[in-house]
Protein backbone atom coordinates (compact mmCIF):
# COMPACT_ATOMS: atom_id res chain seq x y z
CA UNK A 1 0.00 0.00 0.00
CA UNK A 2 1.95 3.32 -0.87
CA UNK A 3 -0.02 7.03 -1.10
CA UNK A 4 -2.37 7.86 -3.50
CA UNK A 5 -3.60 3.90 -3.47
CA UNK A 6 -8.00 4.26 -3.02
CA UNK A 7 -9.07 1.81 -0.53
CA UNK A 8 -12.14 0.81 1.27
CA UNK A 9 -12.66 -0.07 4.76
CA UNK A 10 -13.21 -3.42 5.90
CA UNK A 11 -14.88 -3.16 8.95
CA UNK A 12 -16.76 -0.12 8.29
CA UNK A 13 -18.67 1.77 5.80
CA UNK A 14 -16.57 4.05 3.70
CA UNK A 15 -13.21 4.68 1.97
CA UNK A 16 -10.94 6.78 0.13
CA UNK A 17 -7.31 7.64 -1.35
CA UNK A 18 -4.26 7.27 0.95
CA UNK A 19 -2.63 10.38 1.55
CA UNK A 20 0.20 9.41 3.98
CA UNK A 21 1.65 6.20 5.59
CA UNK A 22 3.18 6.11 9.33
CA UNK A 23 3.88 2.46 10.08
CA UNK A 24 1.22 0.31 10.52
CA UNK A 25 -1.47 3.42 10.30
CA UNK A 26 -2.33 5.00 6.91
CA UNK A 27 -4.34 8.29 6.23
CA UNK A 28 -7.54 8.08 4.16
CA UNK A 29 -8.99 11.38 2.24
CA UNK A 30 -12.41 10.34 2.96
CA UNK A 31 -14.83 13.29 1.86
CA UNK A 32 -12.56 15.58 2.68
CA UNK A 33 -11.72 13.90 6.08
CA UNK A 34 -8.08 12.36 6.85
CA UNK A 35 -8.90 9.40 8.79
CA UNK A 36 -5.95 7.19 10.25
CA UNK A 37 -7.00 3.38 10.45
CA UNK A 38 -4.72 0.71 10.55
CA UNK A 39 -3.30 -0.77 7.14
CA UNK A 40 -4.25 -4.27 7.75
CA UNK A 41 -8.28 -3.09 7.95
CA UNK A 42 -7.66 -1.27 4.31
CA UNK A 43 -7.78 -2.90 0.86
CA UNK A 44 -6.95 -1.56 -2.14
CA UNK A 45 -9.63 -1.33 -4.89
CA UNK A 46 -7.40 0.99 -7.17
CA UNK A 47 -3.94 1.62 -6.96
CA UNK A 48 -2.70 4.55 -7.19
CA UNK A 49 -1.50 5.80 -11.14
CA UNK A 50 -4.27 2.93 -12.40
CA UNK A 51 -6.91 4.18 -14.76
CA UNK A 52 -10.46 2.32 -15.41
CA UNK A 53 -10.06 -0.87 -17.89
CA UNK A 54 -12.18 0.35 -19.77
CA UNK A 55 -11.92 4.29 -21.85
CA UNK A 56 -15.11 6.16 -20.27
CA UNK A 57 -15.49 3.62 -17.05
CA UNK A 58 -16.30 5.45 -13.88
CA UNK A 59 -14.59 5.74 -10.61
CA UNK A 60 -15.14 3.02 -7.90
CA UNK A 61 -18.18 3.98 -6.13
CA UNK A 62 -17.61 2.82 -2.55
CA UNK A 63 -20.79 4.58 -1.09
CA UNK A 64 -22.63 2.62 -3.93
CA UNK A 65 -20.92 0.09 -3.27
CA UNK A 66 -21.97 -0.02 0.64
CA UNK A 67 -25.59 0.03 -0.16
CA UNK A 68 -25.36 -2.46 -2.80
CA UNK A 69 -26.47 -0.66 -5.77
CA UNK A 70 -23.03 -1.96 -7.13
CA UNK A 71 -20.50 -4.69 -7.74
CA UNK A 72 -17.71 -5.48 -5.94
CA UNK A 73 -14.52 -3.89 -8.12
CA UNK A 74 -12.55 -6.28 -10.56
CA UNK A 75 -9.53 -7.15 -9.63
CA UNK A 76 -8.29 -8.27 -12.77
CA UNK A 77 -5.09 -5.83 -13.68
CA UNK A 78 -5.26 -4.97 -17.43
CA UNK A 79 -1.41 -4.28 -18.84
CA UNK A 80 -1.05 -1.71 -21.42
CA UNK A 81 0.04 -2.89 -24.56
CA UNK A 82 4.47 -2.91 -25.25
CA UNK A 83 5.80 -1.16 -27.77
CA UNK A 84 6.89 -2.51 -30.88
CA UNK A 85 10.92 -3.17 -30.69
CA UNK A 86 13.01 -0.93 -32.68
CA UNK A 87 14.43 -1.87 -35.74
CA UNK A 88 18.36 -2.67 -34.60
CA UNK A 89 20.83 0.54 -35.96
CA UNK A 90 22.95 -0.33 -38.97
CA UNK A 91 25.89 -1.15 -38.33
CA UNK A 92 28.33 2.04 -39.03
CA UNK A 93 30.47 1.79 -42.22
CA UNK A 94 34.23 2.16 -41.97
CA UNK A 95 35.77 4.11 -44.75
CA UNK A 96 37.35 1.16 -45.72
CA UNK A 97 34.97 -1.15 -45.85
CA UNK A 98 33.48 -0.70 -49.39
CA UNK A 99 36.76 -2.88 -50.23
CA UNK A 100 36.62 -6.12 -49.40
CA UNK A 101 38.94 -7.79 -46.87
CA UNK A 102 37.90 -11.44 -45.39
CA UNK A 103 40.32 -13.70 -43.21
CA UNK A 104 39.92 -16.96 -42.13
CA UNK A 105 41.95 -17.72 -38.83
CA UNK A 106 42.93 -20.27 -36.34
CA UNK A 107 42.70 -19.71 -32.63
CA UNK A 108 44.30 -21.97 -30.34
CA UNK A 109 42.63 -23.22 -26.94
CA UNK A 110 45.51 -23.56 -24.99
CA UNK A 111 48.56 -22.02 -26.73
CA UNK A 112 50.74 -23.70 -23.56
CA UNK A 113 49.72 -27.44 -25.08
CA UNK A 114 49.46 -26.95 -28.69
CA UNK A 115 49.68 -30.89 -28.70
CA UNK A 116 46.55 -30.87 -26.49
CA UNK A 117 44.89 -27.93 -28.10
CA UNK A 118 41.71 -27.29 -30.05
CA UNK A 119 41.67 -24.61 -33.13
CA UNK A 120 38.71 -22.51 -33.57
CA UNK A 121 38.01 -21.61 -37.12
CA UNK A 122 36.99 -17.82 -37.25
CA UNK A 123 35.86 -16.02 -40.44
CA UNK A 124 36.86 -12.45 -40.44
CA UNK A 125 34.11 -9.87 -42.16
CA UNK A 126 36.33 -6.69 -42.58
CA UNK A 127 34.20 -4.90 -44.84
CA UNK A 128 30.47 -2.91 -45.37
CA UNK A 129 28.97 -5.81 -46.91
CA UNK A 130 26.97 -8.49 -45.92
CA UNK A 131 28.35 -12.05 -46.94
CA UNK A 132 27.07 -14.87 -47.55
CA UNK A 133 29.11 -17.62 -47.55
CA UNK A 134 30.49 -21.53 -47.37
CA UNK A 135 33.88 -23.40 -45.95
CA UNK A 136 34.49 -26.35 -47.32
CA UNK A 137 37.13 -28.89 -46.59
CA UNK A 138 38.90 -31.66 -48.21
CA UNK A 139 41.23 -34.42 -47.36
CA UNK A 140 44.09 -35.09 -49.53
CA UNK A 141 42.99 -38.62 -50.35
CA UNK A 142 39.27 -37.79 -50.79
CA UNK A 143 38.09 -36.77 -54.06
CA UNK A 144 35.60 -34.20 -53.08
CA UNK A 145 34.54 -31.29 -50.88
CA UNK A 146 32.38 -31.17 -47.48
CA UNK A 147 30.88 -28.20 -46.46
CA UNK A 148 32.00 -27.30 -42.85
CA UNK A 149 29.83 -24.13 -42.11
CA UNK A 150 27.43 -21.79 -44.56
CA UNK A 151 25.82 -18.84 -42.92
CA UNK A 152 25.85 -15.09 -43.75
CA UNK A 153 28.37 -12.98 -41.15
CA UNK A 154 27.02 -9.18 -40.97
CA UNK A 155 29.54 -6.30 -41.81
CA UNK A 156 32.64 -5.65 -39.68
CA UNK A 157 31.78 -8.84 -37.62
CA UNK A 158 33.67 -12.36 -36.82
CA UNK A 159 32.03 -15.32 -36.75
CA UNK A 160 33.28 -19.04 -35.11
CA UNK A 161 32.70 -21.60 -38.00
CA UNK A 162 34.29 -24.63 -37.05
CA UNK A 163 36.65 -26.24 -33.92
CA UNK A 164 39.10 -29.11 -34.44
CA UNK A 165 41.49 -31.36 -32.87
CA UNK A 166 44.80 -33.21 -34.12
CA UNK A 167 42.71 -36.05 -34.73
CA UNK A 168 40.29 -33.94 -37.42
CA UNK A 169 42.95 -31.22 -38.65
CA UNK A 170 43.47 -34.13 -41.25
CA UNK A 171 40.24 -33.58 -42.65
CA UNK A 172 41.10 -29.98 -43.85
CA UNK A 173 44.29 -30.25 -45.60
CA UNK A 174 42.73 -28.08 -48.10
CA UNK A 175 39.92 -25.39 -47.06
CA UNK A 176 38.24 -23.44 -49.73
CA UNK A 177 35.89 -20.74 -48.85
CA UNK A 178 32.95 -19.17 -51.47
CA UNK A 179 31.06 -15.89 -50.68
CA UNK A 180 28.77 -13.39 -52.19
CA UNK A 181 28.62 -9.87 -50.40
CA UNK A 182 25.82 -7.18 -50.76
CA UNK A 183 24.50 -4.29 -48.70
CA UNK A 184 21.15 -4.36 -46.86
CA UNK A 185 18.33 -1.28 -47.96
CA UNK A 186 21.04 0.71 -49.55
CA UNK A 187 22.54 0.83 -52.86
CA UNK A 188 26.12 -0.93 -53.59
CA UNK A 189 28.82 -1.50 -55.65
CA UNK A 190 28.45 -5.10 -57.00
CA UNK A 191 31.86 -7.30 -56.08
CA UNK A 192 32.82 -10.56 -57.95
CA UNK A 193 32.17 -13.35 -55.85
CA UNK A 194 34.97 -14.80 -53.39
CA UNK A 195 36.72 -17.97 -54.39
CA UNK A 196 39.48 -19.18 -52.24
CA UNK A 197 40.96 -22.54 -52.35
CA UNK A 198 44.35 -23.21 -50.17
CA UNK A 199 45.95 -26.51 -48.75
CA UNK A 200 47.11 -25.98 -44.96
CA UNK A 201 50.49 -26.47 -43.88
CA UNK A 202 49.48 -28.69 -40.94
CA UNK A 203 53.15 -28.90 -39.30
CA UNK A 204 52.49 -25.23 -38.17
CA UNK A 205 49.79 -26.35 -35.65
CA UNK A 206 52.39 -28.17 -33.86
CA UNK A 207 54.83 -24.91 -33.78
CA UNK A 208 54.54 -22.34 -31.49
CA UNK A 209 56.10 -19.69 -33.44
CA UNK A 210 53.70 -20.19 -36.28
CA UNK A 211 50.76 -18.16 -34.06
CA UNK A 212 51.44 -14.41 -33.77
CA UNK A 213 48.96 -11.57 -33.05
CA UNK A 214 47.49 -10.72 -36.39
CA UNK A 215 45.70 -7.86 -38.35
CA UNK A 216 42.48 -8.36 -36.43
CA UNK A 217 43.78 -10.55 -33.12
CA UNK A 218 45.60 -9.42 -30.01
CA UNK A 219 46.14 -12.92 -29.12
CA UNK A 220 48.70 -15.56 -31.08
CA UNK A 221 46.71 -17.22 -34.01
CA UNK A 222 47.07 -18.28 -37.35
CA UNK A 223 46.28 -16.17 -39.98
CA UNK A 224 45.01 -16.78 -43.65
CA UNK A 225 43.99 -14.04 -45.79
CA UNK A 226 41.02 -15.11 -48.47
CA UNK A 227 40.89 -11.30 -49.88
CA UNK A 228 42.40 -7.81 -48.59
CA UNK A 229 40.94 -4.97 -50.33
CA UNK A 230 39.17 -6.20 -53.00
CA UNK A 231 42.64 -8.41 -54.17
CA UNK A 232 42.35 -12.29 -53.56
CA UNK A 233 45.38 -13.39 -51.29
CA UNK A 234 47.03 -15.09 -53.79
CA UNK A 235 46.61 -12.50 -56.64
CA UNK A 236 44.30 -14.93 -59.37
CA UNK A 237 41.20 -14.60 -60.44
CA UNK A 238 38.82 -17.00 -59.53
CA UNK A 239 38.53 -18.64 -63.07
CA UNK A 240 42.55 -18.88 -63.11
CA UNK A 241 42.46 -20.96 -59.86
CA UNK A 242 39.68 -23.22 -61.19
CA UNK A 243 41.63 -23.80 -64.35
CA UNK A 244 44.56 -23.98 -61.80
CA UNK A 245 42.54 -26.79 -59.41
CA UNK A 246 41.76 -28.75 -62.20
CA UNK A 247 45.53 -29.28 -63.76
CA UNK A 248 46.39 -29.83 -60.40
CA UNK A 249 44.14 -33.15 -59.99
CA UNK A 250 44.84 -34.35 -63.72
CA UNK A 251 48.35 -34.26 -62.52
CA UNK A 252 47.20 -36.47 -59.60
CA UNK A 253 45.17 -38.54 -61.55
CA UNK A 254 47.50 -39.23 -64.84
CA UNK A 255 49.95 -41.69 -63.53
CA UNK A 256 50.59 -44.05 -66.64
CA UNK A 257 54.13 -44.40 -67.92
CA UNK A 258 55.34 -43.38 -71.42
CA UNK A 259 54.86 -45.70 -73.77
CA UNK A 260 58.39 -47.84 -74.41
CA UNK A 261 58.47 -46.84 -78.52
CA UNK A 262 58.74 -43.10 -77.93
CA UNK A 263 62.05 -41.66 -79.37
CA UNK A 264 64.48 -39.61 -77.58
CA UNK A 265 63.74 -36.95 -79.32
CA UNK A 266 60.76 -36.40 -78.98
CA UNK A 267 61.41 -37.30 -75.19
CA UNK A 268 64.23 -34.83 -75.08
CA UNK A 269 61.95 -32.30 -76.99
CA UNK A 270 59.56 -33.03 -73.57
CA UNK A 271 62.10 -32.21 -71.09
CA UNK A 272 63.02 -28.92 -72.62
CA UNK A 273 59.39 -28.11 -72.81
CA UNK A 274 59.09 -28.66 -68.90
CA UNK A 275 61.84 -26.95 -68.04
CA UNK A 276 61.28 -23.88 -70.06
CA UNK A 277 57.89 -24.53 -68.08
CA UNK A 278 59.61 -24.67 -64.70
CA UNK A 279 61.57 -21.54 -65.47
CA UNK A 280 58.44 -19.34 -65.64
CA UNK A 281 57.62 -20.54 -62.14
CA UNK A 282 58.24 -17.90 -59.58
CA UNK A 283 60.11 -19.41 -56.64
CA UNK A 284 59.29 -17.96 -53.06
CA UNK A 285 61.68 -18.36 -50.08
CA UNK A 286 60.60 -16.84 -46.56
CA UNK A 287 62.82 -14.74 -44.81
CA UNK A 288 60.84 -14.76 -41.40
CA UNK A 289 63.42 -16.25 -38.93
CA UNK A 290 59.94 -18.38 -37.89
CA UNK A 291 59.55 -20.37 -41.02
CA UNK A 292 63.40 -20.98 -41.22
CA UNK A 293 64.11 -22.77 -37.93
CA UNK A 294 61.58 -24.33 -35.00
CA UNK A 295 63.37 -22.91 -32.03
CA UNK A 296 64.95 -18.99 -31.03
CA UNK A 297 66.50 -20.50 -28.04
CA UNK A 298 70.16 -19.31 -27.60
CA UNK A 299 69.96 -17.15 -30.98
CA UNK A 300 71.39 -13.21 -30.99
CA UNK A 301 70.08 -10.68 -33.52
CA UNK A 302 72.97 -11.32 -35.61
CA UNK A 303 72.58 -15.71 -35.55
CA UNK A 304 68.90 -14.95 -36.86
CA UNK A 305 70.52 -12.62 -39.95
CA UNK A 306 73.01 -15.02 -40.82
CA UNK A 307 70.62 -17.84 -40.92
CA UNK A 308 68.25 -15.90 -43.04
CA UNK A 309 71.90 -14.57 -45.25
CA UNK A 310 72.67 -18.16 -45.46
CA UNK A 311 69.43 -18.70 -46.90
CA UNK A 312 69.55 -16.53 -49.64
CA UNK A 313 72.57 -17.55 -51.01
CA UNK A 314 71.72 -20.78 -51.06
CA UNK A 315 68.83 -20.45 -52.58
CA UNK A 316 70.62 -18.62 -55.42
CA UNK A 317 73.77 -20.95 -55.40
CA UNK A 318 70.28 -23.88 -56.35
CA UNK A 319 68.92 -21.84 -59.54
CA UNK A 320 72.03 -20.52 -60.95
CA UNK A 321 71.67 -22.84 -63.45
CA UNK A 322 68.40 -21.68 -64.63
CA UNK A 323 68.94 -18.42 -66.72
CA UNK A 324 65.46 -16.73 -66.45
CA UNK A 325 64.37 -18.18 -63.10
CA UNK A 326 62.16 -16.08 -60.89
CA UNK A 327 62.92 -16.12 -57.01
CA UNK A 328 61.19 -13.94 -54.85
CA UNK A 329 62.72 -13.28 -51.11
CA UNK A 330 59.36 -12.54 -48.68
CA UNK A 331 61.85 -10.11 -45.96
CA UNK A 332 58.74 -8.09 -44.46
CA UNK A 333 58.71 -4.27 -44.15
CA UNK A 334 59.76 -4.29 -40.81
CA UNK A 335 62.85 -1.50 -40.16
CA UNK A 336 64.08 -2.43 -43.58
CA UNK A 337 67.17 -4.07 -41.98
CA UNK A 338 67.07 -7.51 -43.45
CA UNK A 339 65.83 -5.98 -46.77
CA UNK A 340 69.06 -3.97 -46.83
CA UNK A 341 71.10 -6.61 -46.18
CA UNK A 342 69.79 -8.81 -48.58
CA UNK A 343 70.25 -6.28 -51.62
CA UNK A 344 73.92 -5.58 -50.71
CA UNK A 345 74.22 -9.57 -50.87
CA UNK A 346 72.80 -10.09 -54.25
CA UNK A 347 74.78 -6.45 -55.09
CA UNK A 348 78.06 -8.11 -54.42
CA UNK A 349 77.93 -11.78 -54.58
CA UNK A 350 75.60 -12.08 -57.67
CA UNK A 351 76.00 -8.74 -59.53
CA UNK A 352 74.61 -10.32 -63.06
CA UNK A 353 71.08 -10.70 -61.56
CA UNK A 354 68.09 -8.60 -61.79
CA UNK A 355 67.02 -7.00 -58.86
CA UNK A 356 63.59 -5.57 -58.18
CA UNK A 357 60.67 -4.88 -56.03
CA UNK A 358 58.01 -8.21 -56.31
CA UNK A 359 54.85 -7.29 -56.75
CA UNK A 360 53.06 -4.97 -54.62
CA UNK A 361 49.54 -6.58 -55.41
CA UNK A 362 50.33 -10.00 -53.94
CA UNK A 363 53.83 -9.18 -51.66
CA UNK A 364 52.68 -5.36 -50.70
CA UNK A 365 56.39 -3.68 -49.50
CA UNK A 366 57.78 -6.67 -48.02
CA UNK A 367 59.38 -8.69 -51.00
CA UNK A 368 61.96 -8.23 -53.62
CA UNK A 369 62.19 -10.33 -56.81
CA UNK A 370 65.29 -11.57 -58.01
CA UNK A 371 66.00 -12.74 -61.99
CA UNK A 372 68.73 -15.30 -62.15
CA UNK A 373 71.17 -14.22 -65.36
CA UNK A 374 74.18 -16.02 -66.76
CA UNK A 375 77.15 -14.92 -65.52
CA UNK A 376 78.73 -15.00 -68.67
CA UNK A 377 75.83 -12.40 -69.69
CA UNK A 378 76.11 -8.73 -70.45
Known amino acids: MKPGDTVRFLNDVGGGVVTKIEGKIAYVDDNGFETPMLIKDLVVVLPAGHEPKAPGAKMFDQSAYDAGRAPAPSKEIVKEPEPEPAAPAPAPETQHGDRLSVTLAFEPTDLRRLDKSQFNAVLVNDSNYTLAFTLLRRADQERAWSVVYASTVEPNELMDVAS ?10 RVAIQAVAWKRDKPFELKSPIWMTRRLDLTKFHKLHCFRPGVYFDTPVLEIPVITDDVAANGREPALEALREIYDESLRQ ?4 KKDTESRKGFAAGRREAARKTADEVVEVDLHIGELTDTLAGMQPVDMLTMQLDTVRKTMRRYASQPGRKIV ?50
Open 254 to 257: SSAP
Open 164 to 173: FTHETLGTIE
Open 329 to 378: FIHGKGEGVLRKEVLKLLGREYPEATVQDASFREYGFGATQVTVRNPKAK
